[in-house]
């Protein structure tokens, strides 16, 4: 029978900005910021819990849970200085499941 693993999961983490889809809706009297108003980079502090059942030598099953606290702001120093909000973040929650496979054991 396998056993169960625990891990934990604590440090920086960067994400990149891949694409940026801001539309704005004609009903509302949101003010809509620019696209180029948006960050590549955003920096964080990463933390969560993974427990994983390895029912053979090479394999193991994966379910966790991942907090991601976004440090750095959204928005570039221009988007602020033209009155834009400077205190939009990310924090992000994710559940996950997986599964590992290891080769050469």
């Known amino acids: ?11 920086p983490s960067a ?8 539309s704005e809706d004609s009903n509302s009297q949101t003010e809509v910021l620019p696209e180029d108003s948006v960050r590549r ?11 994983g059942y390895s029912p053979g030598t090479a ?3 994966t379910v966790g849970t991942h907090y991601d606290l976004g440090l750095s702001p959204l928005t570039t120093d221009a988007a602020v200085e033209q ?11 994710a559940l996950t499941i997986g599964y590992t496979y290891s080769f050469g054991r």
Do not use: C, P, Y
């Not at 994400?15 to 801001?22: H, K």
């Not at 955003?42 to 427990?51: D, I, K």
């Open 1 to 11: 029978m396998g056993a169960v693993h625990a891990s934990v999961l604590l440090g």
């Open 15 to 22: 994400a990149v900005t891949l694409s940026t889809d801001i």
């Open 41 to 51: 980079i955003e920096l964080g502090m990463a933390s969560g819990l993974e427990l």
């Open 59 to 61: 394999s193991r099953l």
């Open 83 to 93: 009155g834009k909000e400077d205190d939009l973040r990310n924090d992000v929650l």
